[in-house]
């Protein structure tokens, strides 16, 4: 069966942009129990050759911070439990914040490949001097993209795919 590509991060960093872009229409909801927040999108997607499954865990967005680093957590449990590949997607314009690195942790642990993504790079003269700090992390080289104006999306897919 296609290799399983799951995308998490915290709300507003474009995940849901993102996956559009790489999922064209091919996208379909699946519901969990109400309340669980284990919503998942999947799609069907395709690079090169390869094609892949991808899985949005993001569920309901929440706005309350202890629920944000919660539902983050869990997240990452989805992903390490049913991914071969994780894609950890940041945003360079609110910058590297406590969640990312709770988050970071429990995906080095976990052992799976990652693949770190800066989103809303929408320039790299800009934005580029300000992804460097993503490396704290300890996950890898972090992936600068413009979900929104797709850009640096082949270089991440290559990455990904690196991976099956
Ligand atoms: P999610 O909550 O992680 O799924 O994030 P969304 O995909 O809903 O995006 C949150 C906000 O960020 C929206 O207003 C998007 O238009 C915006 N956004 C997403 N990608 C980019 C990007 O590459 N550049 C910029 N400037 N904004 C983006
Ligand atoms: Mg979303």
């Given at each position: 069966s296609k290799p399983v590509v799951a995308v998490v991060g915290r709300p507003n960093v474009g995940k849901s942009t993102l996956f559009n872009v790489l999922a064209g229409e091919r996208i379909s909801i699946v519901k969990d129990t109400?309340?669980?927040?284990?919503d998942r999108i999947y799609a069907d997607a395709s690079w090169l050759d390869r094609t892949f499954t991808l899985i949005d865990t993001g569920g309901i967005e929440p706005d309350s911070k202890d629920i944000i680093l919660s539902q983050m957590r869990e997240q990452a449990e989805i992903a390490i439990e049913t991914a071969d590949v994780i894609v950890f997607i940041t945003d360079v314009r609110q910058g590297l914040v406590d969640a990312d690195a709770k988050v970071a942790d429990m995906l080095r642990r976990s052992k799976k490949p990652v693949v770190l993504v800066v989103n809303k790079v929408d320039s790299f003269e800009k934005f580029m001097p300000d992804?460097?700090?993503?490396?704290?992390?300890?996950?890898g080289d972090p992936i600068p993209v413009s979900a929104a104006s797709q850009l640096g999306i082949g270089d991440m897919l290559d990455e990904i795919i690196k991976h099956f």
């Open positions: 109400p309340g669980v927040t284990r992804v460097y700090e993503f490396y704290n992390l300890g996950i």
